[in-house]
Nanobody, 113 residues
Framework: VRLQESGPGLVKPSQTLSLTCTVS??????????WSWIRQPPGKGLEWMGA???????YYSASLKNRTSVSRDTTKNQFTLQLTSVTPEDTGVYYC??????WGQGTQVTVSS
């Protein structure tokens, strides 16, 4: 399984961050995987943000659920993250992965005006 994150490297405060994870080698609708987004702010640990499972059910971090949305495009074998009302505290490296330990290489996101 290969996962690749894509999206803008720079986002302005108050805007919405949108990232896409393209999965190859395994269908995101195949039982029973869960597909997740995590992030790592500079100098801090990893933070799980949200996920979507093989049937389309979504799961969110309690601290981010009001700003986070995870969706998918099964025709493209992709899943996406949207994070609204971003602030500089949302700066970090964002990773997509699955529930059996496959992860993308990450993409840097900087929130700055």
């Amino acid at each position: 399984v290969r996962l690749q994150e894509s999206g803008p490297g720079l986002v302005k405060p108050s805007q919405t961050l949108s990232l896409t994870c393209t999965v190859s080698g395994y269908s995101i609708t195949r039982n029973y995987y869960r597909w997740s987004w995590i992030r790592q702010p500079p100098g801090k640990g990893l933070e799980w943000m949200g996920a979507i499972d093989w049937s389309g059910n979504t799961y969110y971090s309690a601290s981010l659920k009001n700003r986070t949305s995870v969706s998918r495009d099964t025709t493209k074998n992709q899943f996406t993250l949207q994070l609204t009302s971003v602030t500089p505290e949302d700066t970090g490296v964002y990773y997509c992965g699955n529930s059996v330990g496959s992860w993308g290489q990450g993409t840097q996101v900087t929130v700055s005006s």
